[in-house]
């Protein structure tokens, strides 16, 4: 019999964590070595076990699943890592196969996709649907600034220029600027539909109700 695959899960809520064990528990030729919930315990646990796929959240805390890839692509250039994460936005796509990510789940999907999968990253394959695929070769660079990205996610929020310059503490001319600027960068025509695309792409969370 050929040696399992190995299996390393990455994830910030216990029972992600828990019911990917069950689904791998279930496959004859694969089995979970190890089990992180931040980068950091991540990368540690990947130089102890080198398992052979690495299942990789992208919000992990302070240290991001973009950098534990990288980290852990620095220990094996040839590591197997699949992202799996709640959301499924260009950038986040984009980051995490930059930093070396062989496919890319959204957590909806894991009953469905995740044992194909992950036996087929293990083969070598990378794998990234065709559309997508071709939005990221398309991709025009966009770099929001931290002030940016904070007026927009309130924007989100559904909040006016006025209410925005309260709770940044600036004032409501400084808001419209970066408000123009924001639009401008995403080539968008109104305040929602620059939410929608910065939501699309990553760049910002829908509120958290």
Do not use: C
Request: net charge neutral; proline share 4%.
């Amino acid at each position: 019999m050929p040696s399992p695959i190995r299996v390393m899960s990455v994830d910030d809520h216990r029972l992600v964590r828990d019911g990917i064990s069950l689904i791998v528990a279930r496959e004859p030729d694969m089995v979970v070595v190890a089990s992180a919930s931040t980068a950091e315990e991540a990368i540690a646990l990947y130089g102890v076990h080198r398992p052979d796929v690495t299942l990789m959240d992208l919000q992990l805390g302070a240290m991001s699943g973009v950098e534990a890839i990288l980290a852990i692509r620095q220990l094996n250039p040839q590591a197997g890592v699949i992202v799996v994460t709640m959301f499924h936005g260009d950038d986040d796509v984009y980051r995490a196969m930059q930093a070396g990510a062989s496919a890319y789940l959204v957590k909806d999907t894991l009953s469905d996709e995740l044992v194909r999968v992950i036996r087929e990253v293990h083969t070598g394959s990378h794998l990234l649907d065709s559309g997508l695929s071709e939005r990221l070769k398309t991709r025009p660079a966009v770099k929001l600034t931290t002030r940016e990205t904070q007026v927009l996610e309130l924007i989100a929020e559904g909040l006016r220029n006025r209410h925005i310059a309260t709770s940044l503490a600036i004032s409501e001319e400084t808001v419209r600027m970066h408000v123009k600027n924001v639009l401008m960068k995403l080539e968008a025509d109104h305040r929602t539909a620059a939410v929608a695309i910065a939501m699309r792409r990553g760049l910002i969370r829908p509120p958290q109700r």
